[in-house]
């Protein structure tokens, strides 16, 4: 007999979340009761999951009583205020937000790369930012093989990771530039900083807000998660991160330094077409490379471009590509609750 | 009294070609008489040049007496033609096209680096690829001051490199897309390339063809232009360069290693605020940093995001944009015709 939980969803009504309800249901995950939450702005809206609607409700502690698994993806401050209310009362909480992700008693997951980390879960388990897990999940299996010294990635994000709004935004956007029409930038690239800029038909190298030391907060998300969940505080990682004109799907110009001498291409392409949740896309010839338009909607991560560096026998180039609203954000976060179910972690 | 020249332009009607002769107008080049060529196709094609109109002409060698300077942006293969036989008649030839780049016998020049190799010249000078263009001479005045032992290059390069029906393509696809309409992609990312894949709202890391050793031709590019024309065979480079869902405008994401210890951001700010060509913006703090959308129409090129390597002391990571069709193509072109006439390589 297999046992089936009371799953919560918080934020439930936004882009992950919906994606987190729809990946839930395809995955025919084992839910006795699912509780849909949101603010008290979008309480009372409906969502249908496998065919019968359920009607959202305001996430207070409360709600949280008798949940078993608890998925948040409702932005940072609810994470911070409800997570520990609901691990109180008893839930794995898997937490999409950055509240908690560098928190030392929180376990950072990417399943492929240290699912074992979860047994170490005081209540609340993260789930990387998007850019990170896609980058941990194919370089991974390079790392157990060949060693991993140094890491420089430049991304190319798409803006379904700022959210509907700015999904919105480039549509109309892009519209006004075609119809030669005017149009005041409002979102992007982040809506609570002080300017906004065009990104329609533009590149912003600006993802989240400036840090003190002049990176961008996504960059030393990058950075610090990179390092948390490889277990690897001397790994060397640098990371650019850069806006697109591009609804979803988030790609990745990775160079990586391996510790191995004389690893070939032919090597990489070994290891990567055994490891799990990615797909080698990299046949050159005929013109076979991971794109975004191809990605979207899509649980795996994708991976070709892959190049010995010509000056240096230990570098590698690689091209990865994801959709950033499953792999990064609502099924790497199923994909947790899956582990924590196999690993037999939930009390029932 | 100044000296005025028969300057012939090659490829008049082409998106570059059309950019040159705006260029030699508004920099008031000394022009005593222009001449505008083409493929026959485009023969008879009227080009205003200082309010008058210029008829176009096909290119032929004969085409080529008198003329003191001719600029060629119709291709490699018109190139190829037709530069030996302007040589031959005494004219001093820039070729925008990637025909002679790595010929010995031809300097390939960026004024801002290296204008001295033009005195080398024998009868043709070649003018580098827009994107590497835009990168030297940003890292030139670093690597003048600090030393520079290693580039790692990730690009974000906007359509227009492709010509004229790329950008047509880029805009009816966005539209199509916008409207929910079907579309055939025709154009990228290589015309003459076996597939081609939807632009709009997706990034395509390939630009020109695919080489035996999986780099792509843009690629290795940007790699031996780069050593070339900073005369370092030892300098490590290496590159990925992705085509943008972008009309004009290069970005790139840099990494580079110099020889100096300890240097700061201060100082490379330093540095740039007083190289020829460069523009700082570079105020995170402010939202300060260059992009496409506002280097279009302009002939400098924009550095920021200027961060130390975290892991590295030698490493720092760079930001550049710059008008690919201007300081990638056109605006450098006439920039070694201007340094011709200034080094005093004319006969009169």
Redesign the interface.
């Known amino acids: 007999m297999v046992s089936s939980y009371h799953v919560a969803v918080v934020g439930a009504t936004g882009a992950v979340g919906q994606q987190m309800i729809q990946t839930l249901e395809s995955r025919n995950f084992p839910i006795a009761k699912l509780t849909l939450l949101s603010s008290a702005r979008s309480a009372g809206k409906k969502v249908v999951y496998k065919g019968e609607e359920i009607t959202v409700q305001e996430a207070t502690p409360e709600m949280f009583e008798g949940v078993d698994i608890a998925l948040f993806s409702a932005g940072g401050s609810v994470s911070k205020e409800l997570a520990p209310e609901a691990a109180k009362r008893g839930a794995i909480c898997i937490d999409n937000t950055s509240a908690f992700r560098m928190d030392p008693d929180v376990p950072l997951v990417v399943p492929e790369v240290n699912e074992e980390d979860i047994k170490n879960h005081k209540g609340i388990i993260a789930n990387p930012n998007c850019s990170t897990i896609q980058m941990v999940a194919a370089l991974e299996p390079i790392r157990q093989k060949f060693g991993l010294t140094?890491v420089?990635v430049?991304t190319?994000q798409a803006v379904s990771g700022a959210g509907a709004a700015a999904i919105e935004e480039l549509?109309e956007q892009?519209?006004a530039i075609?119809n030669g029409e005017d149009f005041t930038p409002e979102v992007l690239?982040v809506k609570g900083?002080?300017?906004h800029?065009?990104i329609a038909?533009?590149?912003?190298?600006?993802i989240d807000k400036?840090q003190d030391?002049?990176?961008?907060f996504e960059e030393m998300k990058m950075?610090n998660e990179t390092k948390k969940i490889m277990h690897s505080e001397e790994l060397?990682?640098?990371a650019?991160c850069?806006r697109?004109?591009?609804?979803t799907?988030h790609?990745e110009?990775v160079?990586v330094e391996v510790e191995h001498e004389n690893v070939s291409?032919k090597d990489i392409h070994e290891v990567l077409l055994d490891a799990p949740g990615i797909v080698l896309e990299d046949e050159?010839?005929?013109?076979i490379?991971?794109?975004?338009?191809n990605a979207v909607g899509k649980n795996d991560v994708f991976v070709?471009?892959?190049?010995k560096?010509?000056?240096?026998d230990k570098?590698i180039?690689l091209?990865i590509?994801s959709d950033n609203l499953l792999k990064g954000a609502a099924w790497n976060s199923v994909q947790i609750a899956e582990s924590v179910v196999r690993l037999g972690l939930l009390k029932h």
Chains 1, 2 share one sequence.
């Open positions: 140094k420089i430049s190319y549509e892009s519209k075609l690239p900083d002080q300017n800029y065009q038909f533009n590149a912003v190298p600006q400036f030391n002049g990176y961008t950075i060397k990682v640098a650019t850069v697109l004109p591009i609804v799907g790609s110009s160079y291409v050159p010839h005929e013109q490379y991971p794109m975004p338009a070709g471009r892959i190049r560096d010509l000056d240096d570098g180039h091209w590509v």
